[in-house]
């Protein structure tokens, strides 16, 4: 069977729901308009293609990056001849409103037995000012394309931002118009080894997880893994030579995703010096004026991107908002190709990713990385607890005492805060090996129960967590201290 972006044909990996909901819209007794929305590079386009481009008529039309009105146009006409009239030349229309005439004679001429799919990819490049597109696509929903029922109208965007404020929660023509959204998110690791190994490429658990830790669940970067070469070669060639995809990726994805790709870059470099997040204020702080008025709007942009998240601190009041990075790709690049990349950093060998990647810098990188990792699957480390009839909030915490203070602080990476009267805290260790809890480990892991317990104030029972990639090795220190251990097996 082919195989075409590392997926065999017609087999989609993962996507259940998606793909669910995609079925759902296609046999439909209605007219459905839909929104799909995701990061960049994520895979929504070989999604529609695969689940809908065979089902009846189909007409795509792409937005070109940086095109204006007629280039957009032009795309649309050679879509729409491609599909209507194959051997008949036509002239670009001069409006969005000629074009979408063009199209509705055309629907109506169908019987209302064939399913027609109109998929509208990257509108927001698409929509140039002055365009009236949306405008126009709201007028011929409402009075043309709304009434017939065997009709599928998909709009998709990387652009999340816009999506959002245009389409899916407007409050202009649009408003309430929509039937479906949907997001799609990167794969989750168990994904991952299923895509991988449908791209003949079988690895460990272990392994899985470092590419995790540079490609994130992309599907297209994961693509540009070579079966024939070892994670660490693939990890070289893709991301430090200047051809790799990965050493330029980074200012095209927000050149693609934002007007204000510089300010918005700026933001994320400062929020990404800031292991376990920032505040607001503190952020403010950080830029300055720079971001001018509009931070908050650009934070949102940014979040809705999948490239930061915003959350609150367990014990913080609901204003109190922190900001951290959890792109896997974008820290991964900011930590380490960025230095390559702006000349700080020049690679001594072909062998550069395999130096580092054996250093006590990368170790403890990668124990930040996977604190993030951890925090993505919650799910199922909620299944491993047993807390999933329980119910449970989902938070982190930190606690740095006033200068020159006696107190000790603590930092507690995860901890579920229970239904049944009881806390559950969470310790996460990366290692190579299974990890064995020393008398050091066992006492800073006392000193954060302590800690956290006299700052909370909390009369809720605790229990102790430990995640680990490799597993627990069983000693008197962790017998005595651990409840509850998670390994990086449970997430796939």
């Known amino acids: ?19 669910c909901l995609l079925r759902q819209i296609q046999h439909s007794k209605k007219a459905e308009f839909v929104a799909l929305y995701g990061r960049r590079r994520v895979g929504k386009t070989f999604l529609i293609q695969q689940c809908l481009s065979n089902k009846g008529v189909y007409l795509e039309c792409a937005g070109l990056k940086d095109g204006n009105m007629h280039d957009q146009l032009t795309n649309f006409i050679k879509s729409f001849q491609a599909v209507f009239h194959p051997n008949l030349p036509l002239a670009i229309p001069r409006s969005w409103r000629d074009a979408f005439e063009l199209l509705t004679q055309e629907l109506k001429q169908l019987p209302k037995s ?59 023509g649009l408003y309430n118009r929509l039937t479906k959204t949907m997001l799609l998110e990167p794969l989750t690791l168990a994904e991952t080894k299923q895509y991988l190994e449908n791209n003949d490429i079988r690895l460990t658990e272990k392994q899985i997880l470092d590419v995790y830790m540079v490609f ?78 509009r931070c908050s709007e650009r934070l949102s942009e940014l979040e809705a991107a999948g490239l930061i998240q915003k959350f609150l601190p367990y014990g913080r009041k609901r204003r109190d908002h922190y900001y951290r990075i959890i792109d896997e790709y974008t820290m991964f690049y900011l930590r380490w190709i960025s230095e390559v990349v702006d000349g ?128 627990l090795k069983r000693n008197v220190w962790s017998e005595d201290l651990v409840h509850n251990t998670i390994s990086l097996h449970d997430f796939f």
């Open 1 to 19: 069977m082919a195989i075409l972006q590392g997926v065999y044909v017609n087999k989609i990996i993962g996507r259940e729901k998606e793909i």
């Open 114 to 172: 064939k399913k027609i799919i109109i998929f509208l990819d990257e509108i927001p490049w698409l929509a140039t000012k002055r365009s009236r597109l949306l405008q126009n696509l709201d007028y011929f929903w409402n009075t043309q394309w709304g009434k017939i029922p065997n009709l599928k109208l998909i709009v998709c965007g990387s652009a999340a931002s816009w999506m959002l404020n245009k389409l899916i929660n407007a409050k202009g």
């Open 216 to 293: 994130g669940g992309i599907p297209y970067y994961l693509d540009q893994l070579n079966r024939s070469k070892s994670i660490a070669q693939n990890i070289n060639d893709i991301c430090f030579r200047k051809d790799g995809l990965l050493f330029s990726e980074f200012p095209r994805l927000f050149k693609s995703l934002f007007d204000a790709a510089d300010i918005n870059l700026m933001i994320v470099m400062a929020i990404a010096k800031c292991r376990y997040g920032v505040s607001f204020k503190a952020l403010l702080k950080k830029i300055g004026k720079t971001a001018g008025g």
């Open 344 to 471: 700080k950093e020049v690679p001594k060998s072909s062998n550069h990713w395999t130096q580092i990647s054996n250093t006590p810098a990368w170790q403890s990188w990668a124990g930040y990385a996977f604190e993030g990792i951890c925090q993505k699957h919650a799910d199922n480390i909620v299944k491993k607890l047993g807390l999933e009839s329980i119910g449970c909030l989902i938070g982190s915490w930190k606690y740095i005492p006033i200068h020159k203070s006696k107190e000790n602080g603590a930092q507690i990476d995860l901890l579920f805060d229970r239904n049944d009267d009881a806390i559950t805290i969470c310790e996460i260790k990366y290692s190579s090996k299974l990890f064995s809890l020393d008398k050091n480990d066992a006492k800073n892991l006392l000193n954060k129960i302590d800690v956290f317990q006299k700052q909370t104030k909390t009369k809720k029972q605790i229990f102790l967590a430990l995640i680990t990639t490799m597993g």
